[in-house]
Structure formats: structure tokens, C-alpha cells
T-cell receptor, first 115, second 114 residues
Framework: ETGVTQSPTHLIKTRGQQVTLRCSSQSGHNTVSWYQQALGQGPQFIFQYYREEENGRGNFPPRFSGLQFPNYSSELNVNALELDDSALYLC??????????????FGPGTRLTVL | AQSVTQLDSQVPVFEEAPVELRCNYSSSVSVYLFWYVQYPNQGLQLLLKYLSGSTLVKGINGFEAEFNKSQTSFHLRKPSVHISDTAEYFCAVTRAWRDDKIIFGKGTRLHILP
């Protein structure tokens, strides 16, 4: 069973540019969540996708957008990058079913640096 | 809304000594509680979770945590730490019966002293 993978591992961009981060969900998972972890902080929820539809969003501006594809892989897009966007971006996949709890499995993250 | 407070940003402890990492939460609805570990330059790994039932939950690597509803706490403990336990530990909460966002605390860095 393949775990959650993310690409690239590291990325350096300049202010104002656009970036796309990618996540491959664990096999069989239909839900993906994205989190931003600034240095020295806990992860913060950006949004979640379930069956290709946005299923909840945290307190992030519209320049943070996402996609989930039919194979349940996902992208996080950030436009007009700002210095404060520098962070570790984590994706987590899970299988949403009728049960009360479905564990989210985290990938290793993409470290984004904005100069 | 839910929130999590980790009372210590750093905890130094000698190898083979016991450790407790403190966590308090706030919520007006039922929640599930978690502890995650993050080793340097890695993602998050689930240590243990409380969903319901026994308030003492056991996790991986010899860790355990106790849910205390009256104190709104979920402290993490290990009776004897090892150098390999050096990591960042995050307490987290999510609304019960919902598959949505996990809310994390700011983390506690565990320093194991030789």
C-alpha cells in the first residue's frame, strides 16, 4: 500500500509568483485535506476536497485554491505569493465513509520559501 | 469553534525519565482528541487518539494519554523517554462525527538530555 506522497519536496519562489503543489493520496482514499504549517507553529487547515468538490475551507484568502482529480490526487495553487506564505504545506488523505471517524494520513510536506 | 492550548513550548527531560506534555482544549460540541508527532523534516504521524470509551488511551512508542472532560485536558505521558523521542508533539481536536478540519495546538518540542 502506497502512502501519501507530495511533490516537490522543496520550492523557492519570489513574491508575486504563482505556485502549484501536488499530492497523491493513499490508495483507495477519496478525501484530501491541505494544511499550512508556518515555522514554529502547528498546522492550520486550508481546505478539504471530497469527490472533487470543496468540502470545507479554513481562514485563507481566495488566492489559495485547490483541485481534486478523479484519481483522487490533488493540487494546491497559491497565486500572488506573499512572504508570509513561506511554510511547510501538508496534505492528508482519508477514506470518508459512514463511520464516525476516518483517520487522516499525512504526507511528508512541501517546504515553500518565498523571497 | 474549537481551540487547543499546549501549555509548554519546550520540555527538556533526561533520558529514561518520565515526561508529561500538557494539552487543554475548548469546544462547545463533542470532539475527538489526538496527539501527533513530527520528527525533523518529516510529516505528521498519529501517536494516539480518543474517540470515546475508556479515558486512558494507549498509543505507539509507549505513549499514553488521559482524557479528562471536567478539566478539558488531554495530557500525553511516557514513563521512560528515549533519545529517539526527540521531536515536536502536537495536540489536536476535531468535531466528533465530522470528517473535516483538524485543529492543532502550537506544538511542544521535547528535548531529551543525555
Amino acid at each position: 500500500e502506497t502512502g501519501v506522497t507530495q511533490s516537490p519536496t522543496h520550492l523557492i519562489k519570489t513574491r508575486g509568483q504563482q505556485v502549484t503543489l501536488r499530492c497523491s493520496s493513499q490508495s483507495g482514499h477519496n478525501t484530501v485535506s491541505w494544511y499550512q504549517q508556518a515555522l514554529g507553529q502547528g498546522p492550520q487547515f486550508i481546505f478539504q476536497y471530497y469527490r472533487e468538490e470543496e468540502n470545507g475551507r479554513g481562514n485563507f484568502p481566495p488566492r489559495f485554491s485547490g483541485l481534486q482529480f478523479p484519481n483522487y490526487s490533488s493540487e494546491l495553487n497559491v497565486n500572488a505569493l506573499e512572504l508570509d506564505d513561506s511554510a511547510l504545506y501538508l496534505c492528508a488523505s482519508s477514506w470518508t465513509s459512514g463511520s464516525s471517524y476516518n483517520e487522516q494520513f499525512f504526507g511528508p510536506g512541501t517546504r515553500l520559501t518565498v523571497l | 469553534a474549537q481551540s487547543v492550548t499546549q501549555l509548554d513550548s519546550q520540555v527538556p527531560v533526561f533520558e529514561e525519565a518520565p515526561v508529561e506534555l500538557r494539552c487543554n482544549y475548548s469546544s462547545s460540541v463533542s470532539v475527538y482528541l489526538f496527539w501527533y508527532v513530527q520528527y525533523p523534516n518529516q510529516g505528521l504521524q498519529l501517536l494516539l487518539k480518543y474517540l470515546s470509551g475508556s479515558t486512558l488511551v494507549k498509543g505507539i512508542n509507549g505513549f499514553e494519554a488521559e482524557f479528562n472532560k471536567s478539566q478539558t485536558s488531554f495530557h500525553l505521558r511516557k514513563p521512560s523517554v528515549h533519545i529517539s523521542d526527540t521531536a515536536e508533539y502536537f495536540c489536536a481536536v476535531t468535531r466528533a462525527w465530522r470528517d473535516d478540519k483538524i485543529i492543532f495546538g502550537k506544538g511542544t518540542r521535547l528535548h531529551i538530555l543525555p
